[in-house]
């Protein structure tokens, strides 16, 4: 084995984050490690990357005992590290960021034609292709993640660990993403995956451990399991599909007639015509950069259109201030939860609060009433199962995962006539999943209109009424549910059509 991990223990003041976890990897084998939000895979892994700190076991690469400070160390002794959120210069080359702390210098400058030629070579070598001279500002995320790999591999890694790499990528990029893992691994790298994502773990791993509140509750080989168990095992109960009833829509409560979006020059909305109905989940699907984000942009008011209308209720809200569109009826839960979705720097309370810090009985005459504020807080935190120390805890220090959640029970708590939702299981568990899932049914069946876009088809296909496929700012297909199969959407999602298959 290329490192053993025995007897694991850490404790944040009284919380057991990993509770005597021992776990092992093979040289050229994949491993997968599943569990909820919080059951402690990323901290052990955190743990062998020299992030933090155990407070007791030990740790073994290639059979020497190891006493890892800082991610330098464990580098220094080949671990490599691929984290979930990208650690890149946006204004600097690839080649720079891939070289970054570890230059390669003529005399007392830089070598940047050594340096590209380096990079080249080994973009070459492991067939993860980029553009050396490309800035990573101008680079998709699919593209990122490929950059942040090499930088692992130009440290000499043997062992890569992946913490939940796939949570921003889209289904092409996610294909690519597993077969890079498969050809690190028949060159004899050794791999770890965190995720929750059990269909990945199905098609990539050799063999998994799955973690249930801190600590390792089972271990399989992937070839004598399957996602049912291993669900079962995550959660600690049988996962229940959702079951949808149809529901005869009424009026319109969501419109866009005719809506452009021109950026830079460029026409990024082409005049987009959908509708969401009361009683109704709609779908959107499509390859990230279609416009889809500048689609819920232009609706929600954080962009302003070129043409077209926005209606919520039949309120013309077209290019209206944020808190306007709001108050005319509408919840969103947006794409990039810390861009968009949360106040990093905020404690929990203030982030629970957002759009309803004027409302009673939160605040009355311009004072804050301090109390109500927290007694709702805690009961979003309760009622959706965030993982946190307290109301007051700031939202930087929750798991993503956890954030997401705290996310989406403030927007769905709302109560509006209509609800956006654009990656709402991005990052979070399985359980987690499956309670959002219920409460977006549940939002629907009171009456409500509901948006979806995800990037997951799974996700798209199990819940909506309607399905909308996005292709280059126009809708290139419209569909019932239980009208189309996901090889029939994903050629939509491309450019084709139906009718020249």
């Known amino acids: 084995m290329i490192f053993e991990m025995r007897n694991i223990v850490k404790m944040y003041d009284n919380l057991c984050a990993n509770d005597n976890v021992s776990l092992h990897l093979n040289r050229g084998e994949i491993l997968a490690i599943v569990g909820e939000n919080g059951a402690g895979k990323s901290t052990i892994m955190k743990i062998l990357y020299g992030l933090v700190k155990p407070t007791s076991g030990e740790i073994y690469v290639n059979g020497k005992l190891m006493h890892f400070r800082t991610p330098s160390d464990a580098m220094a002794a080949g671990i490599g590290m691929v984290q979930q959120h990208f650690m890149l210069f946006e204004q600097m080359t690839v080649a720079e960021n891939i070289v970054f702390k570890n230059e390669i210098h003529k005399g007392p400058f830089m070598d940047m034609k050594k340096t590209i030629e380096t990079v080249q070579a080994l973009s070459d070598k492991y067939q993860l292709k980029i553009d050396p001279r490309a800035k990573i500002a101008d680079c998709p995320v699919g593209l990122r993640q490929r950059v942040e790999i090499l930088k692992v591999l130009y440290q000499s890694a043997e062992i890569i660990i992946f913490d939940e790499p796939s949570a921003v990528l889209t289904p092409l990029e996610v294909d690519a993403l597993l077969e890079t893992m498969k050809q690190l691994a028949a060159a004899g790298k050794s791999i770890v995956i965190i995720t929750h994502k059990l269909q990945e773990v199905m098609n990539v791993s050799d063999r998994v451990y799955v973690m249930r509140q801190g600590k390792v509750v089972a271990e399989r080989m992937t070839r004598d399991t399957n ?11 049988q996962i229940v599909n959702s079951d949808i009833k149809p529901i005869e829509a009424t009026r319109t409560l969501l419109e866009t007639k005719g809506l452009r979006f021109i950026e830079d020059g460029r026409e990024v909305l082409k005049g987009i015509d959908i509708h969401v109905n009361a009683g109704e989940i709609v779908g959107i699907a499509g390859v990230s950069g279609n416009g889809q984000s500048e689609l819920i942009n232009c609706i929600t008011g954080l962009a302003k259109s070129s043409a077209g209308q926005v209606l919520v209720q039949g ?21 990039d939860r810390y861009v968009w979705g949360s106040a990093t720097e905020g404690m929990l309370e203030e982030n629970t609060l957002m759009c309803r810090e004027d409302q009673q009985p939160f605040s009355k005459k311009g004072l804050i009433h301090q109390k109500k ?3 709702y807080a805690r009961k979003l ?10 109301s007051t805890q700031k939202m930087r220090e929750l798991s993503g995962g956890n954030a997401q959640k705290l996310i989406v029970a403030r927007e769905m708590s709302l109560d509006t006539p209509v609800l956006i939702c654009c990656e709402p299981t991005r990052g979070v ?5 499956e309670a959002i899932h219920e409460r977006m049914i549940e939002r629907r069946e009171k009456g409500a209109a509901v948006l979806l876009v995800s990037s997951e088809l799974t996700e798209i296909m199990s819940l909506s009424d309607r399905i909308y496929v996005i292709y280059e700012g126009r809708i290139n297909g419209e569909f019932k549910r239980n009208s189309m199969d996901d090889k029939r959407l994903g050629l939509l999602m491309v450019g084709g059509s139906i009718e020249n298959e």
């Open 315 to 335: 309120k013309d809200v077209t290019n209206r201030p944020v808190r306007e569109i709001r108050n005319a009826g509408l919840a969103h839960v947006s794409e």
């Open 381 to 390: 935190i309760s009622d959706f199962g965030v993982k946190a120390s307290s």
């Open 227 to 237: 996602m049912e168990e291993l669900a079962y095992l995550m959660v600690g109960r």
């Open 373 to 375: 504020i927290r007694e």
């Open 429 to 433: 568990d399985i359980g987690a999943m």
